[in-house]
């Protein structure tokens, strides 16, 4: 779009400011292009760093120490219990857990949040349109 607008000035003998401010356009847009880029490796990055901590807490299960097999069944047993609170709508209280047992990447804190938030957009304007039809 912007270069058929730029290839439309240039074929017509355009004047210095009509060139510029185009240019200035395909810029802008590169910026928030770079800006985006960026912001999507990071999640990337992120998610890649998230599974990788998973991965290495199953492989702590293999382990032939009872000690080190007692101290992943602990976890496991917590992890469950965060995902029950959060289930269940305690979500103080799954967060604190989770920061205590020291699992808080292991378990899907954000994601519920984000559900969370997610449906009570969805009733207010569920309710809002009811509201309007009653009127």
């Not at 590169?30 to 998610?47: F, G, N, Y």
């Not at 290495?56 to 976890?75: F, I, T």
């Not at 979500?91 to 899907?108: F, H, M, P, W």
């Amino acid at each position: 779009m912007v270069v058929a607008e730029l290839e439309k000035t240039l074929s017509s003998c355009p004047a210095v400011d009509s060139v510029v401010s185009l240019l200035d356009g395909v810029v802008e847009l590169l910026s928030v292009l770079k800006r985006k880029a960026v912001e999507s490796i990071q999640a990337e990055d992120e998610s890649a760093k998230l599974c990788k901590r998973r991965i290495e807490h199953l492989k702590e299960h293999s382990s032939d120490q009872p000690a080190a097999a007692n101290m992943w069944k602990k976890k496991r047993m917590d992890r469950m219990m965060v995902e029950h609170l959060l289930r269940c709508g305690y979500y103080n209280t799954a967060v604190k857990l989770a920061r205590q047992s020291g699992i808080e990447d292991l378990v899907n804190i954000e994601n519920v949040f984000d559900c969370k938030r997610s449906g009570r957009v969805i009733g207010k304007t569920r309710d809002y349109d009811l509201l309007g039809l009653v009127s």
